[in-house]
């Protein structure tokens, strides 16, 4: 029998609501956010700022301007 879904989650860097996939069971199909790649410096980065999965608007933005992880963080309505 599959484990059931992990339940939502709230970013900690925006405060949305979202649904982590990577503790999903494999038919369920792939974490969202394993289309994204980030560096191995985003990562440590993003680890030593938050606990946690990101969502994925958070992540994107992120990947994109890495430069990004040390400003404030943005809101659910900024990110949506």
Partial sequence: MAEPLA???????????FHCG?????????CACT??????????????RWHGCLCLRCLAELAADP?????APCTPASSA
Avoid: F, K
Wanted: charged share 20%; glycine share 10%.
């Fill in 7 to 17: 339940p939502d989650s709230r970013c900690p860097r925006c405060g949305g609501a």
């Fill in 35 to 48: 289309t994204l790649t980030l560096t191995p410096g985003l990562r440590a980065a993003l680890a030593q």
């Fill in 67 to 71: 430069s990004r992880v040390s400003c």
């Fill in 22 to 30: 990577a503790n999903d069971p494999r038919d369920a199909g792939p």
